[in-house]
C-alpha cells in the first residue's frame, strides 16, 4: 500500500477529507469540502481522485458516483480485481466488504469461456443493521 507522505498535496487534502468523512462523497461535494486547501476546481478533484483510485486507497461506488477511502489492504495486491459495497437503502450508508473469496474464484468462474477478469464491482443492496430495527 502506498505510504501517505507519497502523495501530492491535492491528493493528501482529498484522501484526508474522505477520512475524516467516513463516508462516500462526490466529487463536488469534496470540492466544496476542500476548497479552504486551495484547490479550486472539480478537474483538481477529479484528477486526485483518479490517481488516489489507481493506489487503491479510495474507490469509486458506481451506482451513486461517489468515492470512499478504503478500509481494507487488500493484501497489497496492486492487481486489484474485486471491490465491493453493501448499500443501505434506507439511510444510504456505504461500508466496503470484504471480497477476498469471491476475487480468488473469478478467475476460474470465467476461465472456460476464455475471459481475464481485469475489475469486478459487487454493490450489494439491503437494509444496515440500525435501519432493520426502524
Known sequence: MMRQSELN??????YNELVRQGCALTAYE?????QSLGIRSPT????????????????????VNAFIACTHAHN???????VGFTICENCGRINEIDLLPVEMNLDDLT?????KVEYSLLE???????????
Open 76 to 82: 497489497n495486491e496492486p492487481n486489484l480485481e474485486a
Open 124 to 134: 450489494i443492496r439491503g437494509k444496515c443493521q440500525n435501519c432493520q430495527t426502524v
Open 111 to 115: 476461465a472456460g469461456i476464455g475471459f
Open 9 to 14: 498535496r491535492n491528493e493528501t487534502a482529498v
Open 44 to 63: 483538481q478533484v477529479y484528477r486526485a481522485l483518479e490517481r488516489l483510485t489507481e493506489r487503491h486507497l479510495v474507490h469509486r461506488v458506481e451506482s
Open 30 to 34: 469534496l470540492l466544496d469540502s476542500v
